[in-house]
């Protein structure tokens, strides 16, 4: 065994040359040395792995991205096929939108280097042939989520990733909605005609104005979540050898905010009903052989610049006076592009990353500042509210 208290030989003569004993130290700091010189390799080659794709390579993925006419769908789609992804399912409500963004990618995923690379592989020739699929659907509606499985399954005989990216937001705060905010009041322009509830005190038809934003939203963030993860889970663990399941949150779901709490409590539960998705998910795949363990992935980010908010569930940010600090100055904000959010998310699926993933990494200790009641004044300022 080597002794790292004796000096080797020929540093002995090394040091002998200068007339010079070995400094008792040395050697030691030469072993720590040569221990540790592995380290930034093996450091950079953690980061830079993706396991996920020796079982399921990027041509022969199954992606099925659900609300891919814009944003970080629209990103996500050009992404996989710029790098040679074939099975390729586009979803949306806006025919018109995902026939551009189906062009695109067709376009993106014939320069890909994936694509000169793939064509080694068996049956490539065939695979090549196929183009990104276009389904106009609507995620809220039973029938419709039944038809997109459906296609799914005829079509590729399965899925290996699903991203769910579709949704509805909430910009004012509830007493704004009902139209008796002492902070903000309804602007002329949204105010309803003949509306009376200018008061103190909502009215009849402002809590119907806060039941029907209610619904809206929860519908489509929650009740909308749970139709697709029910269709599509079992299509997952049964057709796929490493199936994974993203879903595009938002960090409001986990910091509470001013003029975000309808918003925010569509996304916390949306959350929770994943988070209690994967555990049930992880015991049916232990049960029984035959299901694959799905990795379940709950994109966080913070505000992403997109047209997102102008479908608000209370109005578009023009009309219902909604303010957010970082609108004004995107260029030196934390305000994150749609292609950031999209590269990552893809990188977390292909490093088989399960759980949370906050966007940006900064708020990883958002748990820690709200309990230090840091983000409350954060919020307020961001929100001006």
């Known amino acids: 065994m080597l002794d790292a208290t004796v000096a080797p030989d020929w540093l002995v003569a090394l040091f002998a040359l200068g007339g010079r004993d070995v ?5 030691q700091a030469l072993a720590c040395v040569l221990l540790l010189a592995p380290l930034p390799f093996l450091l950079l080659f953690a980061l830079r ?51 551009k963004v189906r062009q695109e990618c067709e376009e993106l995923r014939s320069r890909g280097e994936e694509w000169e690379m793939s064509g080694e592989a068996p049956g490539w020739e065939a695979r090549a042939r196929r183009r990104a699929r276009v389904i106009v659907a609507d995620c809220t509606k039973p029938e419709d989520v039944l038809r997109i499985r459906d296609e799914c399954l005829e079509a590729l005989e399965g899925i ?52 029907k934003a209610s619904h809206t939203i929860l519908d489509a963030n929650i009740a909308a979540t749970a139709m697709c993860a029910t269709a599509l889970l ?108 999209a590269q990552q998310t893809i990188l977390a699926v292909d490093r088989q990353t399960q759980g949370e993933l906050l966007m940006p990494p900064k708020y990883r200790f958002a748990r820690l500042g709200m309990a230090l009641l840091v983000l409350a004044k954060v919020a307020h300022r961001k929100y001006e509210y």
Do not use: N
Request: proline share 6%; hydrophobic share 45%.
């Open 23 to 27: 400094p008792s130290w040395l050697p």
């Open 49 to 99: 792995a993706r396991p996920r794709q020796t079982r399921v390579p990027p041509y022969r993925e199954r992606v099925l991205l659900l609300g891919a006419s814009s944003g970080v769908g629209r990103a996500l789609a050009r992404q996989y096929a710029a790098r040679g992804c074939t099975d390729l399912v586009l979803v949306g409500r806006r025919e018109a939108e995902l026939e």
């Open 160 to 211: 290996d990733t699903v991203h769910l990216l579709f949704g509805l937001a909430a910009l004012r705060p509830i007493l704004a909605i009902a139209g008796v905010d002492p902070l903000r009041r309804v602007p002329a322009a949204f105010a309803r005609k003949g509306s009376k509830h200018r008061g103190e005190h909502a009215s009849l038809s402002g809590l119907q104005a806060v039941a």
């Open 234 to 341: 079992p299509l997952l663990q049964l057709s796929s050898a490493e199936p994974a399941f993203s879903t595009l949150g938002s960090l409001a779901g986990l910091v509470p905010a001013p003029t975000r709490a309808l918003y925010g409590a569509s996304k916390a539960g949306q959350h929770m009903l994943l988070q209690g998705l994967a555990l049930e998910a992880a015991a049916q795949a232990k049960a029984d052989s035959r299901r694959a363990h799905v990795r379940f992935l709950h994109v966080l980010p913070g505000t992403i610049a997109t047209g997102f908010r102008a479908g608000a569930v209370d109005g578009a940010p023009e009309e219902s006076g909604a303010r957010d600090s970082s609108w004004d100055r995107e260029s030196k904000s934390d305000v994150l592009t749609a292609e950031h959010v």
